[in-house]
Structure formats: structure tokens, C-alpha cells
């Protein structure tokens, strides 16, 4: 079946970095391109980044740009997405969609499971 | 930067009413919008693509609508499993997306 398994949770210090994957099956990775979406505690969803999983272009939220790099392993069909210079407010469980681009739509309709990244010294 | 706003922010209701959660983009997104469902410690669930298309495998009990700058989820004779938190997103300025803030539908 088509599902995105992401790697397990993490604890962090201030300024450390964390390296979030997102192994893709059940699907043509490079057909689809993949968001990060991020929830802290009690909140709503924050939208991250994208990246085409065809050729590697991406596109970053202006509030994390320059502190995330978003990746795609092909031969593997995984994910990657690196934060960098971690706060304590990026403590949050963050995901990983599929983003299904077709000529109707344009939606996030497979999600990771999620994988809790705490920043705490 | 396209913004969401939802409303209400938070809704209590009972099993069997019919329920409607509006959204609205600050500027038009045409029917650049879609619903998600999110329950308690979930990854959020797709239901409304391009504002009135009902995601495969969802039921028929929701519906979208709207077109331009408003839109709404409607919710016909609540069952239990949707009491949920419901979120929606413009995907107008694609490859970059915002959701809404949220609205959580409680039991009354």
C-alpha cells in the first residue's frame, strides 16, 4: 500500500541540528513531490517546505528558510528534511505528505506518521 | 503571503447535527482549497480536494464548496468519529501552501 514511514523521535540541544527521513513505498517516488509540515504542541499545521522528488527544486517558508534543507534520496525513495540552529520553538512533531500535483488538484494526500523533535538543554 | 482564516476557531455539537466550518483566503485562490481532519495525536487526513471534491475512501457526510475568496466544509448528521480538529489549506500559490488555524469540533 502507498505510505511514508518517517524515522523515530528525537531530542535535541539548542543550536544542534536534526535529519528527519521519510521512506516512501507503493508509489513512483519521482511522480510526486513531498511537504513538510510541522505541528507544535497544542497548535495548528505549519507549512515548511516542498520539494519535487522529479528533479530536486525546492521551495521553503520564509520563517525557516536558511535554517532547513530539504533533500531526496531516488534510489531509496526517501526524504530528507535537515533543521538547523534548533530554538526550543521548534519543539513539534513534524510530517511528511506526498503532494499529488495532477491536473485537478493539488493536495497532500499520503502523510507520514510523524516524528517528534524536542529542543531542550 | 496568502492568508487563512478560519471560523469558528472552536464548536461544540451534538451526534446527528449538520455543521458548516468556513474558511477564507485574503486574497482569491479560485478553487485552490482543500479540508483536512485531524484527530488527537494523527497525522491529518485529506478529505476535500480543490474545494468541493470529495477525497477517495471519504464519506459522503462531507461536503465542500465556495470559489474565490470563501468557502466552506459542511458536516451533514455528525457521527461520533468526526469529532476532530479540521484544518484548511489554499494550494493557489502552489509549491508554496498556508493552512488555516484550525477549528475544533467537540461534543457538546
Known amino acids: 500500500q502507498v505510505q511514508l514511514v518517517q524515522s523515530g523521535a528525537e531530542v535535541k540541544k539548542p543550536g544542534a541540528s536534526v535529519k528527519v527521513s521519510c521512506k516512501a513505498s507503493g508509489y513512483t517516488f519521482s511522480s510526486y513531490g513531498i511537504s513538510w509540515v510541522r505541528q507544535a504542541p497544542g497548535q495548528g499545521l505549519e507549512w515548511m517546505g516542498w520539494?519535487?522528488?522529479?528533479?530536486?527544486?525546492?521551495n521553503y517558508a520564509q520563517k525557516v528558510q536558511g535554517r532547513v534543507t530539504m533533500t531526496t534520496d531516488t534510489s531509496t525513495s526517501t526524504a530528507y528534511m535537515e533543521l538547523r540552529s534548533l530554538r526550543s520553538d521548534d519543539t513539534a512533531v513534524y510530517y511528511c505528505?506526498?503532494?499529488?500535483?495532477?491536473?485537478?488538484?493539488?493536495?497532500?494526500?499520503?502523510w507520514g506518521q510523524g516524528t517528534m523533535v524536542t529542543v531542550s538543554s | 503571503d496568502i492568508q487563512m482564516t478560519q471560523s469558528p476557531s472552536s464548536l461544540s455539537a451534538s451526534v446527528g447535527d449538520r455543521v458548516t466550518i468556513t474558511c477564507r483566503a485574503s486574497q482569491s485562490i479560485s478553487r485552490y482549497l482543500n479540508w483536512y481532519q485531524q484527530k488527537p495525536g494523527k497525522a491529518p487526513k485529506l478529505l476535500i480536494y480543490a474545494a468541493s471534491n470529495l477525497q477517495s475512501g471519504v464519506t459522503t457526510r462531507f461536503t465542500g464548496s465556495g470559489s474565490g475568496t470563501d468557502f466552506t466544509l459542511t458536516i451533514s448528521s455528525l457521527q461520533p468519529e468526526d469529532f476532530a480538529t479540521y484544518y484548511c489549506q489554499q494550494s493557489y500559490s502552489s509549491p508554496s501552501y498556508t493552512f488555516g488555524q484550525g477549528t475544533k469540533l467537540e461534543i457538546k
Open positions: 520539494i519535487s522528488a522529479y528533479n530536486g527544486n525546492t
Open positions: 505528505a506526498r503532494v499529488d500535483s495532477g491536473s485537478d488538484r493539488d493536495a497532500f494526500d499520503i
